[in-house]
């Protein structure tokens, strides 16, 4: 076990570390006066290229609309230049002119004064929605994403209207968009750690072992499609640029982050309540630029990435991105590998006709379990030394289980292989040891933070492709359309049974009567085995999508239409590597004689497993096959109207779904005696219509103030490898979702260097016939304790007492959430960028798991008998599975809120630049996220006496400075996360032990963390 250095020793050194890494940077700053006259090499060209191009060699930001600078052709600027000296040779000879603001020092571009009244100049801030999208409309595709006039952390607009391009502010969803300035500021290294900073959201974390961890972006191991909760509600799977797609894309290649909040059935169609997170992959643009990034943690983390852009000819671009990181954490023999290779092209043949294509290809290698804690296994060992055989009985009454009578093979390290059968082990509450040992349960504390038992062979690898392509028309009549395709794959192989329990070895000898030199001390248990080679999941897509405007009535509607044929597939397997040995007449399938166990002791960890394969004749024997097949095709017609000049916006659609969906589970019961194949499968195909409605509008009545209402519907289709409770296979649920929300959008603007958008709102959501994962480890115990296997819950688990994820069943339930949410993102000029959030969610269940409450209400008397019997010896082990059933039922009843939803929620981040002095470019940094009490259970016997976990907050810090090299500009950004060292783990439920409830520990916080991020840009 690792020794933890004191809490105040570790705050010191990090304080330490800070101010040390302040000060070179400021003496840094103080040396490189340079800044204040960049090196230009801006060729002649259109003034919205080249203005971009001004911008990234300045350091400063240029504020311009896409409609005002149309048409103008800049000069070609060369040399050390102050920025707005440069800018005025740049203008000269133009209708535009440069204008500096006297206090922020932002820089705007306009028409000459002369010329306003016959341009269309900077939008009026009362017509929001006529801005740079309308403008834009003329040159880019209505279903592309301008992206490129995005501006600091205020995106131009979104595609969530009807599919068309709407500015972002006029579209009556609950929309929320992070730019890339806003990752870049934050410092992510991968893309879960932005979609922590969503309004009402919280990361999502699952282990990868077990089949459903598929992203390899994630940093821990997250993902089953969605790697985010919002309103505290389920998601839909994320999507990749407006597709389904196998995996999320990782940082290094995403140019945006898109969170529609509610059903979405105008883009998606499925749903959830909670919504959905878009993320849109960097695309190719008509100028050349490039950045080369190295990225550093005080974890040891090592990272390098390319952008490079690069026109080919006047209308052909192409667009590489690059990235190799090797991510490490606070936890030990934690290795977080993958190297991602992007590629982007757009092709405008004809000035109306685009073609884009987008490629990306990954792969991975990554912890496929890490503990934060370990589950007590010592609590009912009564502390006598073992030194002889025990009956069954006098194990039991010291608090002991029997191994297996026969073949237990195990494996020690620094003993090799040894005959276990029979031999006591101790036992204990199950429940982690960050919550055991304060309680008073656990012979042994949780150990340090970093402390990890898994081998490498603990680990997944994965391989990522996705692919894209569209083909997008404008007629002159304004008839558009695009004919767009996808196809993304997910592959995984590796995995092993992870350690997660900590056991005492009571044993004073050997079998044998040797003297056992691990006596007293910790260990993990774990088996040889557990694969999830072939576990992956694929996507196709093929869609078309066709609009045309009709003006009249002061206004213009876009009517659009929509179809696709969307297939996706999904295959969870698992395999045990058990003993072949011919000379053994057990089935191949039986775990007694055929696996090989593995225990590891705590003070003696190496870091890799020896290669069993030559002490063993090995076979690869599944135990689980789950394979989900699933084809959508859609049609949707929709409307988006325009109108009173811009104040007023309009979605309306309805969309038909049909839905195929076919699943096979392997048949356990079948399995082949000599190989372990499954002969046979649980098939189930089901075929579902779905008809979904959109309808919502934005009106600004006043310049700077608006309202918004909005009604979506979608729907899910559930699948679940686990049995029902009467041991078939749940197959898949349609599950509907409905969202309703309504209130206020505002922007507030002086001229072009100052903006603050932003909404406030309320919103209702169901979701239906959900399904739910319901352990019955307890069950099972008590039908164990009194021999009776006939009647146990069949589940994967193949130890059907323990607390496992695999040990688990699938039934039911509804619920519904409702509450209040804001936003507001502040632009000022390149000075000041800051976004807020906030939310008050409030969740509720109802038609929840009535078929396990109705087995539990027939089982309950045989089960109360056995646990007030004072003859029985197993009394104390019924009495507390009995307890941990009740508190499961009671945590089932309808209109009680739902479990792990915060009373709160609220991010705050943001960044000020210096303009002036001898420090310009200089940039500060803060942020905050605050994670309100989160409900995680009840008291014993009543399901409405809520039981919260405490509040906490997770303080963040950035400061970064722009030097010169040579012609180019290097960023150096330091991102310093959990500034205040805040480490009590979170509490994800309670557990109930001898008649009391206690915490059940989920995780512990990532320490305090210094990211260096170094950017050159050329």
Not at 207 to 219: D, H
Not at 393 to 417: D, K, S
Not at 464 to 482: K, P, Y
Not at 796 to 817: E, H
């Amino acid at each position: 076990m690792t020794d933890q250095a004191p809490t105040h020793l570790r705050h010191l050194a990090f304080h330490r570390l800070i101010s040390a890494l302040t000060t070179a940077l400021l003496l840094l700053g103080l040396s490189a006066r340079a800044a204040d006259r960049p090196a230009f090499d801006v060729p002649a060209g259109d003034a919205a290229t080249t203005l971009r191009v001004f911008s990234e060699q300045s350091g400063q930001e240029v504020v311009f609309m896409a409609d005002t600078v149309r048409g103008e052709q800049t000069k070609a600027i060369r040399g050390n230049l102050a920025p707005r000296a440069a800018l005025d040779r740049m203008l000269a000879g133009t209708r535009l002119v440069a204008v500096q603001d006297n206090t922020t020092q932002a820089l705007a571009v306009q028409r000459m004064a002369a010329d306003t009244t016959a341009s269309a100049g900077p939008a009026p801030v009362s017509r929001p929605a006529a801005t740079a999208a309308d403008a834009e409309a003329v040159v880019l595709s209505p279903f592309v994403v301008a992206t490129q006039q995005d501006t600091g952390y205020i995106a131009a607009d979104t595609l969530n209207a009807g599919r068309l391009r709407t500015n972002l502010l006029m579209t009556p969803g609950t929309m929320e968009v992070f730019t890339r300035d806003l990752l870049d500021d934050l410092g992510v290294f991968n893309i879960d750690e932005a979609s922590a900073w969503l309004t009402s959201s919280h990361p999502l974390e699952a282990n990868g072992i077990n089949g459903n961890s598929l992203n390899p972006a994630s940093l821990a191991l997250h993902d089953s499609g969605s790697n985010v909760s919002l309103r505290g509600m389920a998601t839909q799977p994320s999507t990749r640029n407006y597709f389904l797609s196998a995996t999320t894309p990782m940082e290094y290649n995403v140019q945006r982050v898109e969170a529609g909040r509610g059903p979405n059935a105008i883009l998606y169609g499925e749903g959830g309540p909670g919504g959905g997170v878009n993320y849109i992959t960097k695309q190719a643009e008509n100028r050349r630029f490039g950045s080369f990034r190295l990225r550093a943690d005080t974890a040891g983390t090592r990272g390098a990435s390319l952008d490079l852009n690069q026109p080919l000819t006047r209308n052909f671009a192409v667009r590489y991105n690059t990235s190799y990181l090797d991510q490490r954490s606070y936890i030990d023999r934690f290795v977080n590998k993958s190297v991602g290779h992007a590629a982007s092209l757009a092709w405008h043949p004809f000035e109306s006709t685009r073609f884009g294509f987008d490629a990306d290809f990954t792969r991975t290698r990554r912890p496929g379990f890490v503990m934060s804690s370990f589950n007590d296994q010592t609590a009912d060992w009564n502390r006598v030394p073992v030194t002889g055989p025990l009956t069954t009985a006098q194990a039991t009454a010291a608090g002991l289980a029997l191994r297996a009578a026969a073949g237990f093979n195990t494996y020690i390290e620094g003993i090799g292989l040894v005959d276990l059968r029979s031999t006591p082990a101790t036992t204990g509450s199950g429940i982690p040891l960050i919550s055991s040992y304060p309680a008073g349960i656990a012979l042994i504390p949780s150990p340090a933070e970093s402390f990890n038992v898994n081998p490498e062979e603990v680990s997944v690898r994965g391989s990522t492709a996705d692919v894209q392509a569209s083909l997008d028309h404008r007629f002159r009549n304004g008839f558009s359309f695009q004919l767009a395709a996808q196809t993304a794959r997910y592959g995984a192989e590796g995995g092993n049974n992870p350690f997660a329990n900590a056991v005492i070895d009571p044993n004073v000898n050997l079998p044998g009567g040797l003297r056992n030199p691990n006596f007293g001390k910790v260990y993990s248990t774990s088996y040889l085995g557990r694969k999830i080679d072939g576990t992956g999941r694929d996507s196709q897509t093929f869609r078309v999508v066709a609009a045309y405007p009709l003006k009249g009535f002061g206004g213009t509607t876009n009517l659009s239409a929509f179809g696709h044929r969307q297939k996706s597939n999904s295959r969870i397997v698992y395999w045990d590597m058990q003993n072949a040995d011919p000379r053994l007449t057990t089935p191949i399938t039986d775990n007694v004689t055929r696996r090989i166990n593995l225990y590891r002791y705590w003070d003696n960890l190496p870091s890799r497993l020896p290669d069993f394969s030559q002490l063993y004749e090995l076979r690869a024997v599944p135990t689980a096959d789950g394979y989900t097949a699933n084809q959508n095709d859609a049609y949707e017609v929709a409307a988006s109207g325009n109108y009173l000049g811009g104040r007023l916006t309009y979605v309306a659609g309805f969309r038909r779904d049909r839905s195929e969906l076919t699943t096979r589970n392997g048949d356990t019961a079948s399995r082949d005696r000599t190989t372990g194949a499954f002969g046979t499968y649980t098939v189930e195909n089901r075929v579902a219509f779905n008809n979904t409605r959109t309808f919502g509008l934005v009106y600004f009545p006043f310049e700077r103030v608006g309202a918004y209402a909005d009604y979506s519907e979608g729907f899910t289709i559930q699948t679940n490898a686990n049995p029902k409770m009467d041991g078939t296979f749940a197959g898949a649920n349609i599950v509907p979702s409905t969202s309703k929300s309504v209130g206020l959008r505002f922007r507030l603007a002086s001229g072009n260097t100052f903006t603050i958008v932003g909404s406030v709102g309320y919103y209702q959501a169901v979701q239906e016939n959900s399904a739910i994962n319901i352990n019955v480890g307890a069950v099972n115990t008590l039908w164990q304790n009194h021999r009776m296997p006939e009647r146990y819950l069949e589940t994967f688990s193949s130890s059907p007492t323990v607390t496992a994820a695999l040990n688990s069943i699938q039934s039911t339930r509804s619920f519904a959430g409702k509450g209040y949410e804001a936003n507001l993102t502040i632009n000022v000029g390149n000075s000041f960028r800051l976004i807020a959030n906030g939310a008050l969610p409030q969740t509720r269940q109802f038609d929840t798991a009535a078929d396990f409450r109705a087995y539990v209400a027939a089982n309950t008397a045989q089960w109360e008998q056995w646990a007030n019997d004072p003859t029985n010896a197993t009394r104390t082990s019924d009495a507390n599975s009995l307890r941990t059933i009740q508190n499961t039922v009671n945590g089932f009843q309808d209109e009680r809120e739902q479990n792990g939803t915060y009373q709160t929620r609220f991010n705050l981040t943001g960044v000020y630049t210096l303009r002036t002095g001898r420090l310009k470019g200089l940039r500060l940094g803060a942020g905050a996220q605050c994670y309100g009490r989160r409900l995680i259970a009840n008291q014993i016997d009543r399901p409405y006496d809520y039981i919260y976990a405490s509040s906490y907050y997770l303080v963040s810090a950035s400061l970064a400075y722009p030097f010169k090299l040579h012609q180019h500009r290097l960023d150096v950004q330091l991102n310093a996360d959990n500034v205040l060292s805040y480490d009590a783990p979170m509490i994800n439920g309670m557990f109930v032990y001898n008649n009391r409830l206690i915490p059940y520990g989920f995780r512990r916080m990532t320490p305090p963390e210094i990211k260096v991020t170094t950017t050159l840009k050329f």
